[in-house]
Nanobody, 122 residues
Framework: QAQLVESGGGLVQAGDSLRLSCESS???????WGWFRRAAQQDREFVAA????????RYSDSVKGRFIISRDNAKNTVYLQMNNLRPEDTAVYYC????????????????WGQGTQVTVSS
Protein backbone atom coordinates (compact mmCIF):
# COMPACT_ATOMS: atom_id res chain seq x y z
CA GLN A 1 0.00 0.00 0.00
CA ALA A 2 0.98 3.60 -0.57
CA GLN A 3 -0.47 6.80 0.79
CA LEU A 4 -0.40 9.94 -1.33
CA VAL A 5 -1.02 13.33 0.26
CA GLU A 6 -1.58 16.43 -1.87
CA SER A 7 -0.99 19.97 -0.65
CA GLY A 8 -0.50 23.47 -2.01
CA GLY A 9 -4.00 24.25 -3.20
CA GLY A 10 -5.74 27.51 -2.43
CA LEU A 11 -7.51 30.59 -3.74
CA VAL A 12 -5.63 32.66 -6.33
CA GLN A 13 -6.37 35.23 -9.02
CA ALA A 14 -6.25 34.65 -12.76
CA GLY A 15 -2.68 34.89 -14.03
CA ASP A 16 -1.16 33.75 -10.74
CA SER A 17 1.02 30.68 -10.25
CA LEU A 18 0.68 27.83 -7.80
CA ARG A 19 2.66 24.67 -7.07
CA LEU A 20 0.96 21.51 -5.90
CA SER A 21 2.85 18.80 -4.04
CA CYS A 22 2.13 15.09 -3.69
CA GLU A 23 4.09 13.34 -0.97
CA SER A 24 4.24 9.54 -1.18
CA SER A 25 4.83 7.02 1.59
CA UNK A 26 6.73 4.90 -0.97
CA UNK A 27 9.52 5.74 -3.40
CA UNK A 28 8.40 7.92 -6.28
CA UNK A 29 11.03 6.31 -8.52
CA UNK A 30 9.00 3.09 -8.71
CA UNK A 31 5.98 4.58 -10.50
CA UNK A 32 4.78 6.71 -13.33
CA TRP A 33 2.96 9.73 -11.90
CA GLY A 34 -0.02 11.74 -12.95
CA TRP A 35 -2.20 14.67 -11.99
CA PHE A 36 -5.96 14.80 -12.54
CA ARG A 37 -8.69 17.27 -11.72
CA ARG A 38 -12.42 17.24 -11.19
CA ALA A 39 -14.39 20.44 -11.55
CA ALA A 40 -17.81 20.84 -9.98
CA GLN A 41 -20.46 18.84 -11.83
CA GLN A 42 -17.88 17.51 -14.31
CA ASP A 43 -16.02 14.25 -14.86
CA ARG A 44 -12.46 13.68 -13.76
CA GLU A 45 -10.00 15.04 -16.32
CA PHE A 46 -6.43 14.03 -17.08
CA VAL A 47 -3.96 16.89 -16.61
CA ALA A 48 -0.36 15.65 -16.76
CA ALA A 49 1.81 12.54 -16.46
CA UNK A 50 5.50 11.75 -15.93
CA UNK A 51 7.24 8.47 -16.79
CA UNK A 52 8.93 6.52 -14.00
CA UNK A 53 12.26 6.72 -15.85
CA UNK A 54 13.54 9.39 -18.19
CA UNK A 55 11.94 12.75 -18.85
CA UNK A 56 8.88 11.72 -20.87
CA UNK A 57 5.86 13.86 -20.00
CA ARG A 58 2.31 14.14 -21.29
CA TYR A 59 -0.13 17.00 -20.89
CA SER A 60 -3.70 17.71 -21.77
CA ASP A 61 -4.13 20.33 -24.47
CA SER A 62 -5.80 22.71 -22.04
CA VAL A 63 -2.73 22.97 -19.78
CA LYS A 64 0.20 22.33 -22.13
CA GLY A 65 2.63 25.24 -22.01
CA ARG A 66 1.29 26.42 -18.65
CA PHE A 67 1.69 23.43 -16.29
CA ILE A 68 4.83 21.40 -15.55
CA ILE A 69 4.95 18.03 -13.80
CA SER A 70 8.14 17.00 -12.01
CA ARG A 71 9.35 14.90 -9.10
CA ASP A 72 12.06 14.76 -6.46
CA ASN A 73 12.78 11.11 -5.74
CA ALA A 74 14.96 11.99 -2.75
CA LYS A 75 11.92 13.61 -1.11
CA ASN A 76 9.36 11.09 -2.43
CA THR A 77 7.40 14.02 -3.80
CA VAL A 78 5.75 14.83 -7.13
CA TYR A 79 4.94 18.41 -8.13
CA LEU A 80 2.61 20.22 -10.46
CA GLN A 81 3.74 23.75 -11.23
CA MET A 82 0.76 25.72 -12.52
CA ASN A 83 1.43 29.02 -14.27
CA ASN A 84 -0.91 31.61 -15.76
CA LEU A 85 -3.90 30.09 -14.01
CA ARG A 86 -7.36 30.60 -15.47
CA PRO A 87 -10.79 30.45 -13.83
CA GLU A 88 -11.50 27.26 -15.80
CA ASP A 89 -8.61 25.60 -13.94
CA THR A 90 -10.73 25.66 -10.78
CA ALA A 91 -11.12 22.07 -9.57
CA VAL A 92 -10.06 19.51 -7.01
CA TYR A 93 -6.65 18.22 -8.09
CA TYR A 94 -5.56 14.62 -7.46
CA CYS A 95 -2.21 12.93 -7.86
CA UNK A 96 -1.94 9.28 -8.84
CA UNK A 97 0.68 6.57 -9.35
CA UNK A 98 0.49 3.96 -12.10
CA UNK A 99 2.42 1.65 -14.39
CA UNK A 100 2.87 3.90 -17.42
CA UNK A 101 1.93 7.35 -18.62
CA UNK A 102 -0.46 5.76 -21.13
CA UNK A 103 -2.22 3.93 -18.30
CA UNK A 104 -2.57 7.17 -16.38
CA UNK A 105 -4.01 8.97 -19.39
CA UNK A 106 -6.72 6.29 -19.33
CA UNK A 107 -7.23 6.80 -15.56
CA UNK A 108 -5.62 3.43 -14.80
CA UNK A 109 -3.78 4.05 -11.53
CA UNK A 110 -2.63 1.94 -8.61
CA UNK A 111 -2.88 4.67 -5.98
CA TRP A 112 -4.76 7.96 -5.62
CA GLY A 113 -4.39 10.94 -3.33
CA GLN A 114 -7.24 12.60 -1.45
CA GLY A 115 -7.23 15.79 -3.52
CA THR A 116 -6.55 19.47 -2.94
CA GLN A 117 -8.82 22.36 -3.95
CA VAL A 118 -7.61 24.99 -6.41
CA THR A 119 -9.85 28.01 -6.97
CA VAL A 120 -8.98 30.70 -9.51
CA SER A 121 -10.93 33.95 -9.44
CA SER A 122 -11.25 36.29 -12.41
Amino acid sequence: QAQLVESGGGLVQAGDSLRLSCESSRSTSAFAWGWFRRAAQQDREFVAALAWVGDTTRYSDSVKGRFIISRDNAKNTVYLQMNNLRPEDTAVYYCAAGRTTRNLMESLADFWGQGTQVTVSS
